[in-house]
């Protein structure tokens, strides 16, 4: 049967998505995973009512110039740093993302790495699988870090790091936390967390997680002026976005021993990654996994599948993308046929 709207999705996806959305609109899915140019993306867009796109797709006022047809972009995170909203926007394209349903799951992560990091772990396997344990150990080899105890910094206070500072509480960590606007009395309450000017949560905490939103103001948040102000015994951890920590400085920093080590998942210009960055043993490095647990990467499609249905008016939320970003091209879409 005909469906009466057409969909892109750029990148495979769970089967079970692919045909949830195959029951309401026509879909063509990529097979394959790989980074689509602006003339692809261009071409592919121009014929189709809607997408799901993924991280590595940007989707800008070139990619959508002329394009007479389509109403969503769907994105497959909830980072949106990929897409011009603006241009969206002033083009009459919805524009959704995938929040919290990752917020654990990359909360997690976030601990996971600060753990690894901070005790060697992926050091210590590596010389353990290399057959380096042959005889005994010193007593006072692989010392890592404690964690327990410490103080916990957190940059950037959206719902990930509330959800990175109630785990704190089971680490017995006081959490201090800097974000552009504070947050209501009741959640720094709940989260046991305080506000305090960046430059001091740089200077007291013990370890520091990053979970800033990548835009042209975070550009850089971490780069070596903030790196010298943290303590040569303090872990850092990126989970958010490639481009808030400049890479290169900090690959400096933690070869000279002036931040104590780092757990990364995110790099400016990935999946490159600096090679200063991976010839250091105090760096943990992964390739952008934080939200990559089973269940919440199948929540994630789901919830981009239900975005753009329902922006397409079709299935339970018809009418109602549940996690619109530009809420002010409703009304307004509906005149694009
Ligand atoms: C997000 O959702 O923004 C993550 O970085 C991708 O998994």
């Known amino acids: 049967m005909s469906k009466s709207h057409n969909v892109w999705v750029s990148r495979p996806l769970f089967p079970e998505v692919l045909d949830h959305l195959a029951q309401y609109v026509g879909v063509q899915a990529e097979a394959t995973e790989r980074k689509h140019t602006a003339a692809e993306l261009r071409e592919k867009l121009a014929n189709v009512d809607g997408a799901i796109i993924g991280l590595s797709d940007r989707i800008d006022s070139d990619v959508i110039a002329g394009n007479r047809r389509l109403r969503v972009i769907a994105n497959l995170a909830v980072g949106y740093n990929n897409l011009d909203v603006p241009a969206l926007t002033a083009a009459g394209i919805l524009a959704t993302n995938t929040p919290d349903v990752l917020n654990e799951t990359t909360a997690d992560y976030a601990w996971a790495l600060l753990l690894a990091a901070a ?3 992926s050091s210590a396997e590596r010389w353990l699988r290399a057959g380096n344990w042959r005889g005994g150990m010193r007593f006072d080899d692989w ?15 959206g719902r990930i790091g509330q959800a990175i500072a109630r785990r704190a509480y089971g680490f017995g960590m006081p959490v201090l936390y800097h974000n552009r606007s504070r ?15 960046k430059d001091e949560l740089l200077k007291r905490a013990d370890h520091l997680m990053l979970v800033l939103p990548y835009n042209a103001q975070n550009h850089h948040a971490i780069g070596k002026v903030e790196l010298a102000l943290m303590k040569p015994t303090a872990v850092l951890v990126n989970i958010a976005r490639g481009g808030i920590i400049d890479d290169a400085a900090l690959a400096v920093a ?9 757990g990364l998942d995110v790099f400016e210009g990935e999946p490159a990654v600096h090679p200063a960055l991976r010839e250091l043993d105090n760096a943990v490095l992964s390739p952008h996994i934080a939200s990559a647990s089973a269940d919440t990467r199948r929540a994630m499609a789901q919830l981009a599948a239900d975005n753009l249905l329902a922006a397409l008016g079709h299935g339970p939320d018809a009418g109602h993308p549940p996690s619109l970003l530009n809420p002010e091209v409703r009304g307004g879409h509906e005149t694009k046929t």
């Open 119 to 121: 005790r060697r772990v």
């Open 143 to 157: 010392l890592g870090l404690d964690v327990y105890g410490k103080t916990l910094g957190i940059l950037g206070m």
């Open 183 to 197: 947050l209501p009395e009741d959640i720094e309450r709940e989260c046991r967390a305080a506000w305090v000017e």
């Open 254 to 262: 933690l070869r000279e021993g002036r931040v104590a080590a780092a």
